[in-house]
């Protein structure tokens, strides 16, 4: 099927930048939007930034835009979520999604990457 493998995560602090990568890889024959969401403790998952495929439409979370931006290349499949400015409340697991044509368009979900950011 389709495997979402998310990098980049981990401790910074408050301030700095982090870099987030996400590569789906499998029987994949198209690729439309992808996405970042995010989830903290006791809170639900929201999005913070999504894609449309040839990257001409984004979209980001009030939180999060002027300080968060997200890029993809289409041919490695790959969508990027660079965060600068980072602030303690974006402390959360962060997930990739993508919108993904196999035998046919389903939502698929990678396994999630902490970020944590402290004060």
């Known amino acids: 099927q389709v495997q979402l493998v998310e990098s980049g995560g981990g401790l910074v602090q408050a301030g700095g930048s982090l870099r987030l990568s996400c590569a789906a890889s499998?029987?994949?024959?198209?690729?439309?939007?992808m996405a970042w969401y995010r989830q903290a403790p006791g809170k639900q998952r929201e999005l913070v930034a999504s894609?449309?495929?040839?990257?001409?439409?984004?979209n980001y979370a009030l939180s999060v835009k002027g300080r968060f931006t997200i890029s993809r290349d289409n041919a490695k499949n790959t969508v990027y979520l660079q965060m600068n400015s980072l602030k303690p409340e974006d402390t959360a697991v962060y997930y990739c999604?993508?919108?993904?044509?196999?035998?046919?368009?389903?939502?698929?979900w990678g396994q999630g990457t902490q970020v944590t950011v402290s004060s």
């Open positions: 999604n993508a919108h993904a044509y196999v035998s046919s368009w389903y939502d698929y």
């Open positions: 499998g029987s994949i024959y198209s690729v439309s939007t």
């Open positions: 894609i449309s495929t040839s990257s001409i439409t984004t």
